[in-house]
């Protein structure tokens, strides 16, 4: 039995990782994580016996690990204390810059960090597959569509920017140099642009169409989440897989090579 901590419980995918955990017998509730001084606002929208906290040293305590999908700022400012604390992180949060992923990794040297921008288990196949799949289609024009709901704070998607990177490595074209976000005014395409555009309307949990094509075909290969709860049960997974494991910068290549070797 692993005791999970939930930080940003409030939010979308806390709330849906609470419902999963709710229905998983092999993980525990230790206690959800809102913004300080927001304890007694939120608590009237949880059933009785889900335990909030506004300070994480005290749900530390009674976690194994703590699952946190919140806000960049907010994750550095957690992951910093868990590292203190001695408490292994599982973050899904995008929207990360450079710097920010670098302390993650830093702080992993202290406490076993489990980092993903996609914890679904389609999209983590797709990065898998897409190096050999651009390859074979060398000089074939790239572009990445993703689409989401109107509340979310990052454009692209952390996913969308995974995306970009697994290509650009594939083809060996940096995406510093590569990368057009969206196109306006005159912008005809010009050779080796990897485009990388992102709607955002209604309700929508997630999806990603990446575009390969030439003068004579095109090749649309898409993922469509079609809720957060295929998130949710990613990131239970990795809270699993996190509990027992020593200081280091895990992903989701990491977790499914683990249960895949059983
Ligand atoms: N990796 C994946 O598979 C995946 C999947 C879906 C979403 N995401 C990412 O997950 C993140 C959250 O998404 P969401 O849709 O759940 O957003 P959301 O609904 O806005 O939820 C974020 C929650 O974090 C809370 N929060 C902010 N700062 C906090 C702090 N210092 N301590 C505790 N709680 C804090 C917010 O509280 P307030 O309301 O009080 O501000 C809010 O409840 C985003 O970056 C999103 O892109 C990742």
């Known amino acids: 039995m692993v005791r999970i901590g939930i930080a940003g419980i409030g939010g979308r995918m806390g709330r849906e990782i609470l419902a999963v955990l709710q229905s998983d017998p092999e993980s525990q509730l230790a206690g959800g994580l809102v913004r300080p001084g927001r304890v007694a606002e939120l608590a009237e929208s949880f059933d009785r016996g889900i335990d909030l906290y506004d300070a994480l040293p005290a749900l530390a305590e009674r976690a194994d690990v703590l699952v946190e999908f919140t806000t960049p700022d907010a994750t550095l400012a957690i992951a910093r204390e868990c590292a203190s604390l001695g408490c292994p992180l599982v973050s899904g949060t995008t929207g990360l810059i450079a710097e920010q992923l670098a302390e993650l990794q830093e702080l992993a040297t202290r406490i076993p960090v489990f980092y993903s921008r996609n914890m679904s288990v389609g999209i983590n196949a797709l990065l898998a597959c897409l190096p050999s799949l651009v390859q074979a289609l060398d000089g074939y024009d790239v572009e990445i569509v993703e689409t989401h709901h109107r509340h979310k704070a990052d454009a692209p998607s952390g996913t969308a920017l995974a995306l970009a990177e697994a290509i650009s490595t594939a083809v060996r074209r940096p995406l510093e140099h590569h990368a057009v976000y969206g196109r306006h ?51 239970l997974r990795a809270a699993r897989f996190l509990a027992a494991r020593p200081p280091e910068f895990y992903a989701m290549p990491d977790l499914l090579a683990s249960e895949s070797r059983g």
């Not at 992102?198 to 990446?210: C, D, F, P, S, V």
């Not at 575009?211 to 095109?218: F, K, S, T």
């Open 185 to 235: 005014g005159v912008a005809p395409r010009q050779a080796g642009d990897i485009g990388i555009h992102a709607l955002r309307a209604g309700g929508n949990a997630g999806e990603h169409t990446i575009v390969l094509a030439d003068d004579g075909e095109e090749i649309r290969v898409s993922h469509r989440a079609y809720g957060r709860r295929t998130f949710a049960i990613g990131a």
